[in-house]
């Protein structure tokens, strides 16, 4: 079954089909949440240099410790920051 599909018959479904839908897309994505963060936390390590774009924009930093999904990135020497681990990449 399509996307297409799915969403053109929610409105045949029950609420209780509805809600089951809603918990095995909300594990899914857990799942896939999970394993994404485990595959960044075996690529980097603490003094990698990283970046990612955020709130404040374009951001580079150095890893001083990562943690289960996050990692603590310091910025400009002074300021560190608790970043996701799915929104970093190596610097080249």
């Given at each position: 079954m399509t996307l297409t599909n799915?969403?053109?018959n929610l409105s045949q479904l029950?609420?209780?089909e509805?809600?089951?839908l809603?918990?095995?897309a909300c594990n899914q994505l857990k799942a896939n949440r999970n394993a994404e963060s485990a595959r960044k936390r075996d690529l980097f390590s603490p003094g990698d240099h990283v970046q990612?774009?955020?709130r404040m924009g374009h951001t580079v930093g150095v890893i001083i410790r990562i943690?289960?999904?996050k990692a603590i990135v310091e910025v400009g020497g002074f300021?560190?920051?608790d970043v996701p681990l799915a929104m970093l990449s190596a610097v080249v």
């Open positions: 799915i969403l053109n029950s609420e209780t509805l809600r089951t809603n918990r095995a990612w774009n955020g943690k289960r999904k300021q560190n920051w």
